[in-house]
């Protein structure tokens, strides 16, 4: 699944990185614990977080991760943006609930990292 | 011993946003030499764990990466309370972590278990009172 497609199945709103949208995005880390995105994450090139603060990002860069999707609405704030555009991560933003948000990209193919 | 490069980063303890600036520098700088990414990844994933230890347990602290033709040796040292039971420290899910920490997305306890996953060799000296030193190594 490309990006462009998470971001349309989830009603997701770009807030950086639509060039990025045609990349190839196929597993799945959620959690709100950033150390446990660095355990068990190392595989996934997308992280679903409900958590939003400049950590988030480091984190996804860390792992390489290539697209963060915030869920119920998180807003990150400019640095947390520059950040993201510093280092090339595409940067999503839906209203969904982690479970439903889960659910959808499950349902669309999309599989946690094993 | 043939080239040596070696960083020196000084951490600051009392500004959470920043903690990971020195881990990312460091990613930039062996992806700039050709590192393999695996490697890197590790590298990063283990020295930003230990660079968030030092901001959230000891008050910041000194980092010094060496990157030679067999490995990459991080060496993490603070003046912070020093661990008292390293055994347990190891071990996954034990935190001593503030709230305030954990609602940053800290604080699970899987820090150094992540740090001992991600490198070849893991060592820490502590002492009480005193500080702690880890030294991590990463074979190339
Ligand atoms: N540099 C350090 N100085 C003092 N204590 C530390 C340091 N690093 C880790 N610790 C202790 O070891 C525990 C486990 O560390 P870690 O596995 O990284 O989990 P966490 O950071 O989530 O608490 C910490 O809660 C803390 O008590
Ligand atoms: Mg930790």
Redesign the pocket.
């Known amino acids: 699944m490309t990006i462009r497609e998470i971001q349309e199945a989830l009603d997701a709103q770009f807030l950086y990185g639509e060039e990025l949208a045609e990349l190839d995005a196929d597993f799945v880390f959620s959690a709100d614990m950033m150390?446990d995105v660095l355990a068990f994450g190392s595989k996934c090139s997308v992280l679903m977080t409900g958590l939003c603060n400049p950590q988030v990002v480091r984190t996804a860069e860390m792992l390489d991760i290539v697209c963060i999707i915030f869920v119920r609405g998180k807003m990150p704030d400019e640095h947390m943006l520059t950040l993201a555009m510093d280092k090339g991560i595409a940067i999503l933003a839906t209203e969904h609930y982690m479970f439903t948000a889960c659910g959808i990209l499950y349902e669309h193919g999309l599989r946690g990292g094993a | 011993m043939s080239d040596q490069l070696i960083f020196t980063y000084v951490i600051d303890g009392d500004d959470f946003t920043r903690a990971g600036e020195a881990s990312s520098s460091v990613k930039n700088k062996l992806k700039m030499i050709g590192v393999d990414s695996d490697v890197i990844r590790r590298v990063a994933i283990a020295m930003y764990?230990?660079e968030?230890?030092?901001v959230?347990?000891?008050n910041g602290?000194v980092i010094t990466v060496t990157i030679s033709d067999t490995d990459i040796t991080m060496v993490?040292a603070?003046s912070?309370?020093?661990?008292?039971d390293i055994d347990?420290?190891?071990?996954?899910g034990?935190?001593?972590?503030r709230e305030e920490?954990?609602s940053l997305g800290?604080?699970?306890?899987?820090?150094?278990?992540?740090?001992k996953r991600y490198t070849d060799e893991m060592h820490i000296d502590?002492v009480l009172g005193t500080?702690?030193t880890?030294t991590m190594k990463v074979n190339l």
Do not use: C
């Open positions: 150390s | 764990e230990g968030i230890n030092m959230i347990h000891a602290g993490l603070d912070g309370p020093g661990i008292p347990k420290a190891m071990q996954e034990y935190s001593t972590a920490v954990r800290f604080g699970a306890g899987m820090g150094l278990p992540n740090m502590t500080g702690t880890i």
